[in-house]
């Protein structure tokens, strides 16, 4: 699976957008990106996955660049609740494991 | 709703005695998969399941037995508890690797 590089932590104001960069310039052609995040001691939480095209859902927005090497998670409006890590991870489709890194820490601030 | 349910939430016990951490998914998923949180290590996946009567060892399975005899339940067993199992474990599902892994809220375990 390729490695993925994220920023130890962020801040975010409350109601501003969130953006999360993840490097993985040694991505492959068959590998995705996903996003997870982790809020204090509970179980993971999927938030979105692509491949190449940008992806939408109800909770957040992600941008993959041309030559899928970065890509930016997108919380449109960041809330208290939205304090957690996030966890960029590149792998394969049929994958059985999922390694976590250590993420980014959001922080949004009232 | 759909989730995936673990049991216990909290458990303490002592060396050596055996314990089974329970694991059921409502979703119908082929994947599920346990793993273990430790501060300073992150999420390390201990087994992994494709489906029915088909396991494999993850990245840290000594210590831990799995069985995967019907589709929605994946067991965790503890055959003797040792104090470097002492840690968060996750229970995770999904439809097929390409889909996102629904987690379960986690068993906290200490093990003294």
Request: positive net charge.
């Amino acid at each position: 699976d390729a490695k993925t590089t994220q920023p130890p932590s962020m801040d975010c104001a409350e109601g501003r957008a969130a953006n999360l960069p993840c490097n993985h310039s040694t991505i492959s052609g068959n590998e995705y990106v996903y996003w997870y995040r982790q809020i204090h001691s509970q179980g993971p939480q999927y938030i979105i996955h692509g491949l190449k095209n940008n992806e939408t859902n109800e909770m957040a927005s992600l941008i993959i660049t041309e030559d899928r090497k970065s890509s930016t998670l997108i919380l449109p409006h960041a809330t208290l609740r939205d304090t957690a890590v996030y966890y960029c991870i590149v792998t394969w489709t049929g994958a059985n494991n999922l390694f976590f890194g250590t993420g980014t820490r959001l922080t949004v601030i009232p | 709703e759909a989730q995936v349910t673990q049991n216990p939430r909290y458990l303490i016990t002592v060396t050596g005695k055996k314990l089974t951490v329970t694991c059921s998914q409502n979703m119908n998923h082929e994947y599920m998969s346990w793993y273990r949180q430790d501060p300073g290590l992150g999420l390390r996946q201990i087994y992994y399941s494709m489906n029915v009567e088909v396991t494999d060892k993850g990245d840290v399975p000594e210590g831990y037995k799995v069985s995967r005899k019907e589709k929605r339940n994946f067991p965790l067993i503890l055959e003797s508890p040792s104090p470097n199992q002492t840690s968060l474990y996750f229970c995770a599902s999904a439809f097929g690797g390409r889909y996102g892994y629904t987690f379960g809220s986690g068993t906290r375990l200490t093990v003294v």
